[in-house]
C-alpha cells in the first residue's frame, strides 16, 4: 500500500474536470443562494452558499473545481470570474496547472501556478 502521494497516487492522479463547453455562453450558471452536491461538498453539515457574494463563489469554486464532474463545473463555475478570482482560489498545484493550461490554449492568457 502505498504511503505518500504522487502524481499516480492520491488526489493530483485524478483528471480535472474542465468540459469543452464550460465558456459557453448558452449554459445557465448558478446563481443565488446554492448548495454544493454531495460528490462535491461531502462532509457535514450541509451549507448553503451565496453566488452574489465573491467569497462565497470563490469557495464555491474551490470545491467544484477540486472535486466536480463535468457536470458541476459547466454549472458552478464561470470562466471569466476565475479569471477575476484566480490570486485568490486557494487550490492544489495540480487543479491549479490544468485550469492554467486551458486559459492558456482557450483564451491566449497566462495565469500563475
Same mark, same amino acid.
Given at each position: 500500500?502505498?504511503?505518500?502521494?504522487?502524481?499516480?497516487?492520491?488526489?493530483?492522479?485524478?483528471?480535472?474536470?474542465?468540459?469543452?463547453?464550460?465558456?459557453?455562453?448558452?449554459?445557465?450558471?448558478?446563481?443565488?443562494? =446554492?448548495?454544493?452536491?454531495?460528490? &462535491?461538498?461531502?462532509? +457535514?453539515? *450541509? $451549507?448553503?452558499?451565496?453566488?452574489? /457574494? %465573491?467569497?462565497?463563489?470563490?469557495?464555491?469554486?474551490?470545491?467544484?473545481?477540486?472535486?466536480?464532474?463535468?457536470?458541476?463545473?459547466?454549472?458552478? =463555475?464561470?470562466?471569466?470570474?476565475? &479569471?477575476?478570482?484566480? +490570486?485568490? *482560489? $486557494?487550490?492544489?498545484?495540480?487543479? /491549479? %496547472?490544468?485550469?492554467?493550461?486551458?486559459?492558456?490554449?482557450?483564451?491566449?492568457?497566462?495565469?500563475?501556478?
Amino acid at each position: 500500500m502505498a504511503r505518500t502521494r504522487s502524481d499516480r497516487v492520491g488526489p493530483a492522479s485524478r483528471p480535472v474536470a474542465i468540459p469543452t463547453d464550460v465558456d459557453d455562453p448558452a449554459v445557465r450558471k448558478a446563481s443565488g443562494r =446554492v448548495q454544493l452536491p454531495h460528490n &462535491v461538498r461531502w462532509s +457535514d453539515p *450541509l $451549507v448553503t452558499y451565496d453566488m452574489s /457574494r %465573491r467569497e462565497d463563489r470563490a469557495r464555491v469554486y474551490e470545491q467544484v473545481m477540486r472535486e466536480g464532474t463535468d457536470e458541476d463545473v459547466r454549472h458552478f =463555475v464561470d470562466v471569466d470570474q476565475i &479569471v477575476e478570482m484566480w +490570486d485568490e *482560489l $486557494v487550490l492544489p498545484p495540480y487543479v /491549479r %496547472r490544468a485550469w492554467a493550461q486551458w486559459f492558456r490554449e482557450r483564451r491566449q492568457l497566462e495565469l500563475a501556478c
